[in-house]
């Protein structure tokens, strides 16, 4: 990582408000291609606002994200990617419908623009391009299943294909391990691990599971309220407390003793 | 003794048990048609299954003695043909509306409220209004079936469609996908098993308005010859029309099931293999 | 369980024998004396009187001279008040010849009339829009009550000019949308009767081409009664017969009572005095029992018979078993028309002219 190149994401005096009820303040900060920042905090502390400003579901009250120096597009678009806890994937297509979507979508021609569908050779090539993709997640042997046919494990993997094949500038992951067994979880984290490094992905990802945040990431931001009006909890919101850098592929054990050390409320 | 709500029938014991007010109904029509009978042979109020077979032969297998067509056939086609336009209508209409309001804020707002409006109208009440504006030809008919039971397609669908995930859409935009790839691509084809759902819940009322509009202006259709044999109580004509109807409202209910089966097994895999 | 499920069975069938039992013992069932009677009526010019009856206490006057109750009771929908009767819920009901012969007497139900009240003089009509004259009726569809008088009134009027039903198409239409209907452009002719009729004539450009005064006597508006429940109970021919000539009396009157009456008549048919009095001008009422009688005794009457019965059969309302037009037996005091084995349908004179002799 080069200090000297321009960050991807530049994140300047982060605002949101609703009202009078201040759920994110004076967030301040640059992310670089290529970073995997892990997400965590308490529950209701503002991370799925900060994940849904990302997105371009919902704008800043005050500040700005610039992605590539320009700000974000106020809706979702093809330079961010998302895998959400469920419902990520369209269950009336199969698994390989569900990845070529991406580039039927891609306006290249007049069928695409008016049906949504590509057909002949654009066609041949978007199923080509999804089944290597496919094959990235493991997933080749289920590409004519529905998702309902697929375990929740294979689930995910599809929504990560799926993202994948737009080659988005940035991939936004929201809790996207939180619903599955212990052992699937580990399958999962080998998996996006990979993809991050083969892909020179730009990853952000929401986490409830600490050690999850440390094994994964190459940074974690914990966001937190530092500042508490017992009479009046919404004047605050929370801010970004902790930037840790990690050295990835470990656990982290050392890092999380010290961070319980300074008594973190982590839910 | 176990308590009754753990206490199981067996698999002969459940299908006896569905039997049973069926053939309770048969005996108690058996033993009051012969006790009317006997007290009066013209009775026509209770008649004996013979005098069923006689009209379902002489309604459906032998040609009018006044017009020479057989005229259960004559009456099921036009009847089926202005259930089906109605319906037909109904369920377009209904796809259209519903999903634009799902979907599309600004067709929503002066729209809802005005759905939810006729919704609550009961359409016998503007009959008068109907006849005039659409006269009292076939277009009436179909009319007030679409009166009837499209607000209703509308608004489930309408309901079903806000009910997608809001992860799917934000999904699809994330893909590149415009409004109208979208709503092409993402939301009509996870609503057309809905709108056969909401079809099938619809087609008792559709029926019921088919029969109204039939009843009051009209020259075949099966609930025409109902009304017309009520003025001389041929209930040896109006039940096996009755049972008639019944069986062309299963087998229509049983089709659409069976289609939307076919064509979304996606929809009934999630929906717990296909049960209803 | 098999055990069980045997004893269930046994339960049941005993209980549906008692249904069974229920359902068949109808009012009409007992032909045996009775003291309890139910009549139904429908509004409609001629029978106006049958509210009045109840509401004046008159009818309660003759039940007690007789020792006898009747319940008078109004139903919003013709045919079913008569279907009513003929499933044996009523004792006795306001019909028209031709509903007599085609509802209750083609269902077995031996009926006697017992009050031979009006004949429809211009009641029942076939109108045309525009200027025109019945010929021109060819070719249209005519929104009409299939089956009804006022299909037998169309058919008498294209008889009358040499065209049969073949030369039109009759589109079976409720009476209770007639009106409406024929606001519609679609809808170029129409048969029916008061007050449907008088609303329909008075929209402009409109024709009324033929109606039932160029058939005088051949739609009869009747008292109909069971003629075993009659039989049984001379007490209930007596009282209503009784009260209705008292009325009769009363009505024909140029007195204030009479005028009391017609007016209580026309607010309860929803018109006012003098459009009641307008539909009475297009009904020959028999306001006395005299004249009934003389009625009765006519031979046109039987003639008139087997036209409506000829009517009835062509379209099937004898029901499919029976063979010809004389299959039902009708008795009047001239002779029987038919089928003399099979008489359901009688006029019977006797009680009318006990009231014309001042007997009861």
Known sequence: MTKSEKPIIQIKNLWKEYGDNVVLERINLDVYEGEFVSIVGASGCGKTTFLNLMLGTEQPSRGSILLDEAPLDPEPSTERGIVFQKYSVFPHMTALENVMLGEEFSKTSMSSVAMGRLIGRAKEDARENAMAILEQVGLSQAANKYPSELSGGMQQRLAIAQALIKKPRILLLDEPFGALDPGIRKDMHQLIGQLWQEQKLTVFMITHDLSEGFLLGSRLWVFDKTRQDSHAPERFGAHITFDIPLSTGKSGEEELERLKATELDVA | ?276 | MMHSIRSIMRTLTLTVSMIALLITTSPAAFAAEKTDFKLAWTIYVGWMPWDYAAASGIVDKWADKYGINIDIVQVNDYVESINQYTAGQFDATVMTNMDALTIPAASGVDSTALIVGDFSNGNDGVVLKGDKTLKDIAGQQVNLVELSVSHYLLARGLESVGMSEKDVKVVNTSDADLVAAFSSDTVTAVTTWNPLLSEITAQPNTSEVFDSSMIPGEIIDLLVVNTETLEANPKLGKALTGAWYEIMATMSGTDAAATEAKTFMAEASGTDLAGYDAQLASTKMFYTAAEAVAFTHSADLMATMQKVSEFSFDHGLLGEGAPDATFIGIETPSGVYGNTSNVKLRFNPAYMEMAAEGAL
């Open chain 2, 1 to 276: 003794m176990t308590r009754i709500i753990n206490r199981q029938p067996s698999r002969y014991g459940r299908l006896a048990l569905g039997f049973l007010p069926f053939v309770i109904l048969l005996l108690v029509y058996i033993v009051a048609s012969d006790a009317r009978l006997a007290e009066n042979s013209a009775d026509k109020l209770l008649p004996s299954f013979q005098s069923f077979a006689d009209a379902v032969v002489r309604m459906g297998f032998e040609p009018s003695k006044r017009t020479g067509e057989y005229l259960l056939l004559n009456d099921t086609l036009s009847s089926l043909q202005r259930l089906m336009m109605g319906v037909g209508l109904s369920a377009f209409i209904g796809l259209v509306i519903g999903v634009g309001n799902g979907m599309v804020p600004y067709m929503r707002s002066p729209l809802s409220p005005l759905v939810t409006a006729i919704s609550l109208i009961p359409p016998m009440a503007i009959l008068p209004i109907l006849f005039i504006i659409f006269g009292l030809g076939e277009l009436s008919k179909v009319v007030l079936i679409v009166i009837g039971i499209c607000p209703i397609i509308i608004r489930d669908i309408q309901l079903r469609t806000d009910d997608l995930p809001p992860e799917q859409l934000i999904k699809a935009q994330t893909l590149g996908g415009s409004s109208w790839q979208i709503i092409v691509r993402v939301v009509l084809p996870q609503i057309m098993p809905r709108l056969i759902e909401a079809v099938r819940l619809t087609l008792g009322s559709a029926w019921l308005f088919l029969i109204a509009a039939e009843a009051i202006a009209a020259t075949d259709g099966l609930g025409y010859r109902i009304f017309l044999v009520r003025r001389y109580m041929a209930m040896d004509v109006i039940l096996p029309y009755v049972l008639w109807i019944t069986t062309l409202a299963f087998a229509m209910d049983w089709s659409l099931k069976r289609v939307s089966i076919l064509l979304f097994p996606w929809y009934h895999g999630t929906q717990g293999g296909g049960h209803d």
